[in-house]
């Protein structure tokens, strides 16, 4: 058990940061790592992490979708250091986190009235709107573009550091770039202890995958990335709404394609060759299983991402299930961690069943053909 959280008291104001920092959390290769109640964060905790953002630090905290790097969006050099600690290539740029609506027209600038009724819809949540930026934001945020890509997050760790901070927090999934994004603080210490100064755990994520990106400066609006917001209840909404052809990610698009800079970037991998097998139920088993023995012959050890309505068909190494095909939601939380386990298993292939595209299931579709390599099989 942890020993329960200690609050500030006048007397810890005048101790050294250093040794405030110390009763707080521990350090991993230098990383100031501090678990956070999710429900009830603690304002000692949550003020340490402010700090370090207000100083021009990176900080990774929980959001509903993944854990995010965080820093100052308005500081160019703060910015800077979250590129390098992702190793994130330099034409891809940063999504803006925001404590509240009104930051939008200091970041944005001629925002539609479509967006604002989103927003007043879906905020806080899992939903990224790409504006017009404004004069305020540093070109390196958002890469030079005219455009900036904002959401107001629900979780009550991220709106407690960002009220906190008082300063929008620009904070890109809180992995080495082109890894499965961290679902967990263990996730984020794996690829990030040492390149960045704080991590708040908070437990596991709420959704498991990303947000939904759409672009809100064209007519009608276009959805760059599906994300924890569905296509469904955007369509409901909106009416009319383009779904740009990498959402699907049924393969590879040429560059000029590539609307969002994100796009043209190896995501999600695992270390291991991943293979996903999409078709009816039946046939997906049977496919699966007969590629599972076929690598298997050569010697390689092969992890099956399979569903709870398929397992027991499986014989292979390491066989794991999403969840329910019933259930997208689950299958969504669950996906990144089983990436990362079988790396952990030292798997040599990942061979993943495909699933329905309702709901979340297009999100985890565009996470697993992404991850895959677009090494897609149609049965
Ligand atoms: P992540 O690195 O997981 O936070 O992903 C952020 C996503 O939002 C990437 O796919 C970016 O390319 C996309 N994005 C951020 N800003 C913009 C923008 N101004 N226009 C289009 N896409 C953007
Ligand atoms: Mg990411």
Avoid at 149 to 159: D, F, S, W
Wanted: proline share 6%; with cysteine; glycine share 6%.
């Amino acid at each position: 058990m942890e020993k329960p959280v200690e609050q500030v008291t006048r007397s810890d104001s005048e101790l050294s940061k250093e040794t405030c920092e110390a009763k707080l959390g521990k350090r991993v290769k230098g990383t100031l790592v501090l678990r956070v109640d999710a429900t009830i964060p603690e304002i000692a905790k949550i003020q340490v992490a402010a700090s370090v953002i207000q100083e021009g630090g990176t900080v990774a905290f929980p959001t509903e979708t993944v854990y995010g790097l965080g820093a100052d969006a308005l500081n160019a050099k703060a910015v800077k250091k979250l590129f390098e600690a992702k190793r994130r290539p330099a034409d891809n740029p940063i999504i803006v986190h925001v404590a509240g609506k009104e930051y939008v027209y200091q970041l944005a600038r001629d925002v539609p009235k479509v967006a604002e009724r989103l927003i007043a819809l879906f905020w806080p949540g899992p939903l990224t709107l790409v504006l017009k930026r404004s004069k305020q934001v540093p070109d390196i945020t958002v890469v030079g573009l005219d455009t900036i890509a904002i959401r107001m997050p629900r979780n009550k760790v991220a709106l407690a550091l960002l009220n906190k901070s008082g300063t929008p927090i620009a904070a890109p999934s809180a992995n080495l770039a082109g890894k499965p994004s961290p679902t967990t603080a263990q996730h984020v210490i794996e690829d990030l202890a040492g390149r960045i100064d704080v991590v708040l755990d908070a437990g596991p994520t709420e959704i498991g995958v990303e947000s939904t990106v759409i672009n809100m400066t064209s007519d009608p609006p276009e959805i760059l990335r599906p994300g924890g917001t569905s296509c469904e209840k955007l369509m409901e909404v909106l009416g009319r709404v383009k779904v740009h052809p990498l959402v699907r990610a049924e393969k590879r698009i040429s560059l000029a394609q590539a609307v969002s800079p994100g796009m043209k970037h190896k995501h999600y991998a695992p270390e291991a060759e991943m293979i996903v097998v999409e078709g009816t139920l039946d046939k997906v088993i049977k496919k699966v299983q007969q590629l599972a023995e076929t690598h298997a012959t050569e010697g390689k050890k092969i992890g099956i991402l399979a569903t709870d309505e398929s397992i027991f068909n499986y014989q292979a190494d390491v066989v794991r299930s999403l969840g329910s095909r019933q259930n997208s939601s689950m299958l969504a939380k669950n996906l990144f961690e089983l990436l990362r386990q079988f790396d952990k298993e030292k798997v040599d292939v990942i061979i993943a069943e495909g699933i329905s595209l309702v709901g979340l299931g297009l999100a985890v579709m565009n996470r697993l053909r992404k991850a895959s390599g677009f090494n897609i099989i149609r049965v």
